[in-house]
């Protein structure tokens, strides 16, 4: 049984997409969302038997086919589950299981609830596929796959013309990263002759390639990374992303998707260590990323808004621990980070959900006498991503810091303020929401439904405990500084806590006086947009136009011949005759003129 278990574990949820899918028109939402939530719950299960037998050192690999095999290359298609596919299954199946139960009631009164459902099955199809398979080929696949599933549920109330329109960028700003993972992948099949991350680990080490072909390599999946992790400068596609249902919100772009190119760096670390550039430019871009994150959640309005910019920091914080060589301590954080990242968008959902579908912070207030129970769960979300000690989010994020103390003051530095931002727009979320009094039109806010008050119960949980999970991982020393570190959050927390709070009371019926003038996407929409549409348009004008209007010449020219030609067809024997006869006639006066 367990031999097969990575097998079972990822067509569990495809066989419930295909059911789901050929079924759809005679199956109910709420049988929808169990099948689906079954097929989950089986994988969920399947993974959890394989633990023991996979922390004890034993891997399961099974060989599914050869693709391709010749001389030069083999490329075969394969499962594994080792520790860091065994960690992510356990976060992908885990977190996605509570977010399909929310999801029934959440999308208890969608019309299209079953076509959901069954998206979210073929989503954690493909993300199990990405993180299980043995080679970069079917982690290609599966990366592909979950950005289908992301463009289908972004875009999942398709009646709204801006929600298309996110869809589709979130869907050409992931091919851009794709392109990356291409050419990383190119380089080591030409290298190497296998795309398998056991052979390809072992001949790195033996015999490495050169340091160019080497840096190459790790801007690919760096530019990779940037495309599914939402780092700069590809991030702009994880803030749009929000107009799906807030559980896709929860799921795909909070706990799993962007993960993809945090488990892509850890399988090939090794690429990394060997070329010191290719991994500077993952420390840079991720001290970027927590800044730019960090300050544009700050001046955000739209509740789900602030959350996906407040992931984009937090992905930040991971690529940054992934620069500073510390894979472990990266892995650790985006497992604490889908507890209480995943908590904090379903307690949105409830908001959301209660307020019949209101996401403007400055037309709530008072929300904890409205939601009490979403209130205890929001607050625990808070505290863990604050990093509050002894919530799962103060373990990982100073484990981060302890890092970053080692390396370099600065980068340490630079870490900090990415904290003390944490704080002060969580902090500012709080004080807008749920404090001072209800400033909405909804005569009678609600709690949702059992399943979703359970689910975010079991998260609230996690995000609490989840720090016992820091066994697990390998971790920097921290007992000299730890007293250092808890002071250090306390002060972080109650400072900058404090000031959010302060300034959500003291504008509460104001805008914000200050406005981030130029942002990423206007410099796309100036830049890169502008310039290829008018280029197109040149081309359009210039070519298209021109060729078609040449082709209809050719055509028309060719239209006048035959049509002078057809004159001779006339049928009639006698003119067929007549006309031979002329012809050989004229054929014996050019024989006796030569």
Known sequence: MLKYSPLITILSPLIGWLILTLFRSSISRRVAGVISSAAVAISCITVGLSANTILGGHPIDINLFNWISIPAMTLSLGLTLDKLSLLMGVMITGVGLLVHIYSIGYMAHDDNGTRYFSYLNLFIFFMLLLVMSDSMIGTFMGWEGVGLCSYLLIGFWNHNQLYLKAAVKAFVMNRIGDVGFVIAMAILAFQYGTLSYSELIHHLTVAPMSALALLTVGIGIVVALCGKSAQFPLYTWLPDAMAGPTPVSALIHAATMVTSGIYLVNRLHIIFDLSHPAQQLLLILGLLTLMIGGITATFQNDLKKILAYSTVSQLGFMVTALGLGWYQVALFHMLTHAFFKALLFLSAGNIIHGLDGEQDIKNMGGVRKLLPVTTLMMGIGTLSLIGLPPLSGFFSKDAILAAALAKSPIIFGILVLGAALTSFYMSR?????????????????????????????????????????????????????????????????????????????????????????????????RFVVAPYLYFSRVIMNAVDRGLNHTVMNVGTVTRWVASGVVQIHTGNIGTYVILMILGIIALFLKVVAH
């Open 429 to 525: 979320l709080i004080g807008y929401v749920f404090l001072g009094t209800y400033r909405g039109s909804v005569s009678h806010p609600h709690e949702g439904s059992v399943s979703m008050t359970g689910s975010l119960i079991v998260l609230g949980a996690l995000s609490i405990a989840g720090g016992i999970f820091k066994t697990v991982f390998d971790l920097p020393e921290t007992h000299h500084i730890e007293i250092l570190l808890i002071c250090l959050s306390l002060g972080i927390i109650s400072t900058f806590g404090t000031v959010g709070i302060w300034w959500a009371r003291r504008t509460v019926a104001l805008q914000p006086s200050v406005r981030v003038i130029v942002g990423i996407d206007a410099v796309y929409d």
